[in-house]
Protein backbone atom coordinates (compact mmCIF):
# COMPACT_ATOMS: atom_id res chain seq x y z
CA UNK A 1 0.00 0.00 0.00
CA UNK A 2 1.29 3.13 -0.97
CA UNK A 3 2.02 5.60 1.79
CA UNK A 4 2.61 9.40 2.27
CA UNK A 5 3.50 11.46 5.19
CA UNK A 6 3.88 14.89 5.18
CA UNK A 7 5.35 16.49 8.35
CA UNK A 8 7.15 19.90 9.26
CA UNK A 9 4.27 22.25 9.03
CA UNK A 10 3.62 24.54 11.58
CA UNK A 11 2.98 28.45 12.63
CA UNK A 12 5.98 30.60 11.25
CA UNK A 13 6.37 34.55 10.35
CA UNK A 14 6.83 36.21 7.18
CA UNK A 15 10.40 36.22 5.76
CA UNK A 16 10.47 33.16 7.71
CA UNK A 17 11.74 29.56 6.46
CA UNK A 18 10.33 26.00 7.12
CA UNK A 19 11.35 22.68 5.91
CA UNK A 20 9.04 19.49 5.12
CA UNK A 21 9.20 16.74 4.64
CA UNK A 22 7.33 13.35 2.90
CA UNK A 23 7.98 10.16 3.91
CA UNK A 24 7.02 7.65 1.75
CA UNK A 25 6.91 3.73 1.76
CA UNK A 26 4.84 1.15 -0.49
CA UNK A 27 6.34 1.72 -3.82
CA UNK A 28 9.80 2.08 -5.39
CA UNK A 29 10.46 5.28 -4.15
CA UNK A 30 13.85 6.05 -6.51
CA UNK A 31 11.82 5.51 -9.85
CA UNK A 32 8.85 8.19 -9.38
CA UNK A 33 8.67 11.79 -10.06
CA UNK A 34 7.47 13.32 -6.48
CA UNK A 35 5.38 16.91 -6.76
CA UNK A 36 4.00 19.24 -4.18
CA UNK A 37 0.75 20.48 -4.41
CA UNK A 38 -1.09 23.12 -1.85
CA UNK A 39 -4.25 24.25 -0.68
CA UNK A 40 -4.96 27.73 0.74
CA UNK A 41 -7.71 27.66 3.42
CA UNK A 42 -11.09 27.21 1.62
CA UNK A 43 -9.72 26.99 -1.89
CA UNK A 44 -9.05 25.08 -4.61
CA UNK A 45 -6.01 22.72 -5.70
CA UNK A 46 -2.23 24.56 -6.59
CA UNK A 47 1.07 22.90 -8.27
CA UNK A 48 4.17 23.83 -6.42
CA UNK A 49 6.73 22.20 -7.66
CA UNK A 50 8.43 18.72 -8.49
CA UNK A 51 11.30 16.72 -8.18
CA UNK A 52 12.20 14.03 -11.15
CA UNK A 53 13.60 10.54 -10.14
CA UNK A 54 17.25 10.28 -10.74
CA UNK A 55 16.66 8.48 -13.49
CA UNK A 56 15.33 11.77 -15.69
CA UNK A 57 18.09 13.82 -13.50
CA UNK A 58 16.45 14.57 -10.67
CA UNK A 59 15.30 17.99 -12.54
CA UNK A 60 13.07 20.21 -10.40
CA UNK A 61 10.49 22.67 -12.10
CA UNK A 62 8.49 25.45 -9.41
CA UNK A 63 5.53 27.23 -9.89
CA UNK A 64 6.16 30.96 -10.86
CA UNK A 65 4.66 32.04 -7.47
CA UNK A 66 7.32 30.00 -5.60
CA UNK A 67 10.22 29.93 -7.65
CA UNK A 68 13.58 31.56 -6.63
CA UNK A 69 12.22 31.13 -2.49
CA UNK A 70 11.29 27.03 -2.37
CA UNK A 71 13.69 24.17 -3.32
CA UNK A 72 12.44 20.25 -3.91
CA UNK A 73 14.91 17.99 -2.81
CA UNK A 74 14.84 14.08 -2.18
CA UNK A 75 16.72 11.18 -0.67
CA UNK A 76 16.20 8.18 -2.39
CA UNK A 77 18.34 5.67 0.14
CA UNK A 78 15.62 6.93 2.69
CA UNK A 79 12.45 7.54 0.84
CA UNK A 80 12.18 10.90 1.84
CA UNK A 81 11.51 14.49 -0.49
CA UNK A 82 11.51 17.72 1.08
CA UNK A 83 10.96 21.45 0.44
CA UNK A 84 12.49 24.06 1.64
CA UNK A 85 10.33 27.01 2.10
CA UNK A 86 12.21 30.28 2.23
CA UNK A 87 10.80 34.26 2.46
CA UNK A 88 7.74 32.99 3.28
CA UNK A 89 4.79 35.04 2.34
CA UNK A 90 1.14 35.10 4.10
CA UNK A 91 -0.20 33.92 0.88
CA UNK A 92 1.94 30.72 0.97
CA UNK A 93 -0.62 29.55 3.95
CA UNK A 94 -2.60 26.51 3.08
CA UNK A 95 -2.27 22.53 3.44
CA UNK A 96 0.61 21.48 1.68
CA UNK A 97 0.17 17.40 0.10
CA UNK A 98 3.12 15.38 -1.68
CA UNK A 99 1.54 13.34 -4.49
CA UNK A 100 3.78 10.96 -6.86
CA UNK A 101 3.09 11.19 -10.14
CA UNK A 102 5.32 14.02 -12.60
CA UNK A 103 2.04 14.07 -15.22
CA UNK A 104 -1.04 13.27 -12.58
CA UNK A 105 -1.03 12.87 -9.16
CA UNK A 106 -1.21 8.66 -8.19
CA UNK A 107 -1.71 9.49 -4.76
CA UNK A 108 -1.41 12.22 -2.10
CA UNK A 109 -0.46 12.29 1.23
CA UNK A 110 -2.82 13.55 3.79
CA UNK A 111 -1.08 16.87 3.68
CA UNK A 112 0.50 19.24 6.45
CA UNK A 113 -0.29 22.30 7.58
CA UNK A 114 1.71 25.86 6.84
CA UNK A 115 0.37 28.93 8.58
CA UNK A 116 2.05 32.09 7.39
CA UNK A 117 1.60 34.91 9.92
CA UNK A 118 3.24 37.49 12.34
CA UNK B 1 -0.05 29.01 -18.77
CA UNK B 2 -3.20 26.78 -19.45
CA UNK B 3 -6.47 28.02 -18.08
CA UNK B 4 -8.64 24.96 -16.92
CA UNK B 5 -11.93 26.27 -16.76
CA UNK B 6 -14.99 24.27 -14.47
CA UNK B 7 -18.60 24.59 -14.50
CA UNK B 8 -21.10 24.56 -12.65
CA UNK B 9 -19.37 25.92 -9.38
CA UNK B 10 -21.67 23.85 -7.51
CA UNK B 11 -23.76 21.48 -8.50
CA UNK B 12 -26.76 19.78 -6.84
CA UNK B 13 -27.77 16.24 -7.32
CA UNK B 14 -30.29 13.50 -6.03
CA UNK B 15 -29.18 10.48 -4.77
CA UNK B 16 -29.33 8.23 -7.55
CA UNK B 17 -28.72 10.38 -10.28
CA UNK B 18 -26.79 11.28 -13.09
CA UNK B 19 -23.84 14.52 -12.66
CA UNK B 20 -22.33 16.27 -15.68
CA UNK B 21 -19.49 17.98 -14.43
CA UNK B 22 -17.76 19.48 -17.76
CA UNK B 23 -13.80 21.57 -17.84
CA UNK B 24 -12.70 23.64 -20.17
CA UNK B 25 -8.79 23.82 -21.41
CA UNK B 26 -7.82 27.38 -22.52
CA UNK B 27 -5.75 25.28 -25.38
CA UNK B 28 -5.48 22.17 -26.49
CA UNK B 29 -4.50 19.45 -24.09
CA UNK B 30 -5.19 16.51 -26.19
CA UNK B 31 -6.56 13.98 -23.38
CA UNK B 32 -3.60 15.17 -21.20
CA UNK B 33 -6.26 15.84 -18.47
CA UNK B 34 -7.08 13.88 -15.14
CA UNK B 35 -9.95 14.07 -12.51
CA UNK B 36 -9.87 14.04 -8.88
CA UNK B 37 -12.13 14.05 -6.01
CA UNK B 38 -11.48 15.57 -2.93
CA UNK B 39 -13.70 15.14 0.35
CA UNK B 40 -13.46 17.68 3.42
CA UNK B 41 -10.37 17.05 5.57
CA UNK B 42 -9.14 14.15 2.81
CA UNK B 43 -6.33 15.14 0.27
CA UNK B 44 -7.45 14.72 -3.53
CA UNK B 45 -7.98 11.19 -4.84
CA UNK B 46 -7.36 10.69 -8.49
CA UNK B 47 -10.43 9.34 -10.35
CA UNK B 48 -9.34 9.34 -14.12
CA UNK B 49 -6.50 10.30 -16.42
CA UNK B 50 -5.77 10.55 -20.02
CA UNK B 51 -9.23 12.03 -19.64
CA UNK B 52 -10.96 8.61 -19.57
CA UNK B 53 -8.25 6.33 -17.77
CA UNK B 54 -10.15 4.88 -14.06
CA UNK B 55 -7.60 4.58 -12.15
CA UNK B 56 -7.18 1.44 -9.56
CA UNK B 57 -9.95 0.97 -7.34
CA UNK B 58 -12.43 3.55 -9.09
CA UNK B 59 -16.15 2.20 -9.64
CA UNK B 60 -17.60 2.29 -13.05
CA UNK B 61 -20.00 4.76 -12.57
CA UNK B 62 -17.42 7.43 -13.00
CA UNK B 63 -16.42 7.68 -16.40
CA UNK B 64 -14.56 10.39 -18.13
CA UNK B 65 -14.65 11.85 -21.81
CA UNK B 66 -13.25 14.41 -24.49
CA UNK B 67 -10.12 15.73 -26.10
CA UNK B 68 -8.51 18.70 -27.08
CA UNK B 69 -10.39 21.71 -24.68
CA UNK B 70 -13.66 20.54 -23.59
CA UNK B 71 -14.11 17.54 -21.31
CA UNK B 72 -16.20 15.77 -18.59
CA UNK B 73 -16.46 13.40 -16.26
CA UNK B 74 -20.09 11.93 -15.33
CA UNK B 75 -21.02 9.82 -12.43
CA UNK B 76 -24.41 7.81 -13.51
CA UNK B 77 -25.80 7.13 -10.25
CA UNK B 78 -24.59 9.42 -7.40
CA UNK B 79 -23.96 7.79 -4.26
CA UNK B 80 -24.31 9.18 -0.73
CA UNK B 81 -20.17 9.19 -0.89
CA UNK B 82 -19.72 11.02 -4.29
CA UNK B 83 -20.91 14.58 -2.34
CA UNK B 84 -17.38 16.05 -2.88
CA UNK B 85 -15.26 18.54 -4.89
CA UNK B 86 -14.17 17.68 -7.83
CA UNK B 87 -11.28 19.00 -9.71
CA UNK B 88 -9.41 18.63 -13.36
CA UNK B 89 -5.75 18.98 -13.95
CA UNK B 90 -4.03 18.96 -16.91
CA UNK B 91 -0.60 17.40 -18.05
CA UNK B 92 0.05 18.62 -21.64
CA UNK B 93 2.23 21.76 -21.30
CA UNK B 94 3.84 22.65 -18.03
CA UNK B 95 5.40 23.95 -16.19
CA UNK B 96 3.00 24.38 -14.50
CA UNK B 97 0.68 21.67 -13.98
CA UNK B 98 -2.75 23.38 -13.56
CA UNK B 99 -5.98 22.54 -11.95
CA UNK B 100 -9.58 23.65 -12.61
CA UNK B 101 -11.24 25.89 -9.71
CA UNK B 102 -13.24 22.58 -8.70
CA UNK B 103 -16.65 21.83 -8.71
CA UNK B 104 -18.83 21.00 -5.58
CA UNK B 105 -21.35 18.28 -5.90
CA UNK B 106 -24.32 18.63 -3.15
CA UNK B 107 -27.08 16.53 -2.21
CA UNK B 108 -30.49 18.26 -3.62
Redo the contacts between chains.
Keep these: EVQLVESGGGLVQPGRSLRLSCSASGFTFGDYALSWVRQAPGKGLEWVGLIRSKSYGGTTDYAASVKGRFTISRDDSKSIAYLQMSSLKTEDTGVYFCAVGGRYFDYCGQGTLVTVSS | EIVMTQSPATLSVSPGERATLSCRASQSVST ?1 L ?1 W ?1 Q ?1 KPG ?5 LI ?1 DASTR ?1 TGIPARFSGSGSGTEFTLSISSLQSEDFAVY ?1 C ?1 Q ?1 NN ?9 TKVEIK
Excluded: H, K
Design positions: NAYQQPPRLSAYQYWPPWTFGQG
